[in-house]
Structures are given as C-alpha cells and as structure tokens.
C-alpha cells in the first residue's frame, strides 16, 4: 500500500513537471486570431486621446477590458495608463510614452501571432 501511494506520488510530480509546461506553451492553439474579438476596436484614436486628456494623477486614463486592436496610438502619453486585459492586437505604439503603465492579462500580438516583445525589453 505505501509502495503504490509513494509510485503515485511520484508519477503525479512527474506529470507536473514534465507535462504541465509542454501544454502551456501551446495556450493559443485555439483561439481564433481573426475573429473581431481579437482584431477590432472598440474606440477610435480620438476617444483613446479624450480619455488621456481627461486623466488625473489620481484617476489615470483607464483602458480595462478595452478592445484597442489595430489602432494607431503611435506618440500617445499613456503614462500611468491602465490597461488591464486590454487587447492590443497589431495596435501600433512606436514612440508612446509607455512608462508605469499596468499591462496585467493584456493581449499584445503581432501580425504573425506572436508575443510583442518590443515592450518586455
């Protein structure tokens, strides 16, 4: 009885170890890049610069949940900004002001899928 708990025991870690991490390297194998979930906006750049304009230090523009894929956000301040599971797919941030931003479960895909890795350097 103890052998069979200790063969479980140990089949269960390796299972963990060894298992677990293949199947998380593949989380987007299902998910449909090309669906509007995934591509489309819900806000135009000009609504996107409203909410910065109308940010205070202690009410910081607030993105959360938004879909902002595509857009062209290029030079905009989004110091501060709030962007919690915010999805910025193929969304073009060269040259925005990015610093003490809160990213927490965004999406940020480039055009190939692939992670954007221009904002975890």
Same mark, same amino acid.
């Given at each position: 009885m103890r052998h069979a708990s200790i063969c479980a025991a140990v089949f269960g870690m390796y299972g963990l170890v060894f298992v677990a991490p293949a199947a998380a390297q593949n989380m987007m194998q299902h998910v449909d890049l090309t669906s509007p979930e995934m591509t489309a906006a819900e806000m135009t750049r000009a609504e996107v610069e409203a909410v910065i304009d109308a940010a205070t230090s202690t009410r910081p523009a607030d993105f959360t949940g938004k879909k902002l894929s595509g857009l062209d956000l290029s030079g905009l301040d989004l110091t501060g900004a709030?962007?919690? %599971? %915010?999805r910025l797919n193929r969304a073009k941030l060269t040259d925005a002001k990015l610093d003490r931003a809160i990213f927490d479960q965004a999406t940020l895909l480039s055009e190939d899928g692939a992670p954007c890795s221009s904002l975890l350097a």
């Amino acid at each position: 009885m103890r052998h069979a708990s200790i063969c479980a025991a140990v089949f269960g870690m390796y299972g963990l170890v060894f298992v677990a991490p293949a199947a998380a390297q593949n989380m987007m194998q299902h998910v449909d890049l090309t669906s509007p979930e995934m591509t489309a906006a819900e806000m135009t750049r000009a609504e996107v610069e409203a909410v910065i304009d109308a940010a205070t230090s202690t009410r910081p523009a607030d993105f959360t949940g938004k879909k902002l894929s595509g857009l062209d956000l290029s030079g905009l301040d989004l110091t501060g900004a709030v962007l919690r %599971a %915010a999805r910025l797919n193929r969304a073009k941030l060269t040259d925005a002001k990015l610093d003490r931003a809160i990213f927490d479960q965004a999406t940020l895909l480039s055009e190939d899928g692939a992670p954007c890795s221009s904002l975890l350097a």
